[in-house]
């Protein structure tokens, strides 16, 4: 990673069928003086050899993630300790548009060795009569060659939050929640609650919890809705990702729109919020309260985050490609911000299980032009370190 950085304003599942086949000798009845074991032949079918059986492979339902692999390559769901696969790098942007901009974004993207992508919404802007099928042919040519007729080098899969901007999301047949779901199914990644056609929909890939909503309102509420998908998840990692903002959650142009209740119930889940909308960068402390941005006295870093239940941080990482905004110096200077910036477009990465650490994190913003933004440079780190407590 470059250790370049600009001046920075911080004041501060294939669903597939169970892939384990059983075969059992049996003498009178299934009993266990029968020491058979099973391996799988080259063309795929069973056998069976020797008399020390080995491990069973490992299942392939994407509900059941083999968080023993130990490259994490299983893409699947909830994890048996919770913890995401090891060094788990996932991208964050919004406001892309399918523009030039957002075109050297998704290479910043591929040159930082995402695992994926997830994007805050507005995807598409201005007057085309295609402007679902245009997001989809720029983002698939950059990263997704799993898509037929891609030029794309690599595949990184992308999960989207809904924006306002993005009229065309319910389509038919070619609408970007369509599209969206089918390129879920290619991956082999069927959301978890929903879809995304729905707009509240929540999945968990490589080991990430990421619960997604509307723009607008919903029923049940989002509020609602992001408390059902998280009260009961043993995940250790958790994203609450949405477009819009509240007045004191962007350092950009926008005003209250979300409503408090949906961040403090991502807050009490122990859940990170991730928002687009506003076209600046930005991040909090470990805030314990969002509604009036109580700083946590005993996790006050703007470096070093704490994330648990009670406890979180939000950002809005929306320079994805479309504009940029400039800051609202009054909301800027508020001293709860760990970091703020506009200028260049970027995106923000954030590292999950590092060092062996399922409950250590690390993350960065990082320019187009290769700069750091965050940490900024008068900080003298090149990373901000979270940590998931208890």
Known sequence: MSSRHEPSRWVPVVSGVLGTLFVCAVVWACGASSEVSVEADPDGGGGTSGRNPPPPPPPTDAAVFDS????????GGPTPNGATAPNLKVAFIGDTGSGADFKSVLQLIVREKADFVMIQGDLTYGFSLTPAADWFTAVD???????????????IPFFVSKGNHDISWGGLGDGLGQGLKARLVTWGVPAGNGDPTKKN??????????VMVDETETNPTRADYVNSQLQNDTQIWKICSWHKNMRASNVGPKNDEMGWAIYENCRNQGAIVAQGHSHTYSRSKTLIK???QTVDTACADPFAPCVGPGKHFFFDSSIGGEDT???????????YWASTYTGSFGALFI???????????????????DVVVDPPAGSGKTTFTITKTP
């Open 68 to 75: 023993a692999t130990p490259d994490g390559d299983t893409d």
């Open 141 to 155: 040519n950059e990263i997704n060659k799993a898509q037929p007729g891609s030029t794309a080098a690599v595949t």
């Open 201 to 210: 929909y929540s999945l968990v890939y490589k080991g990430l919890k990421m």
């Open 290 to 292: 969002d509604s009036d």
């Open 325 to 335: 905004r400039s800051l609202e110096a009054s909301v800027a200077a508020a001293p």
């Open 351 to 369: 590292t999950f299980n590092v060092d062996g650490n399922p409950k250590k994190a690390e993350g960065y913003f990082k320019t187009v032009g």
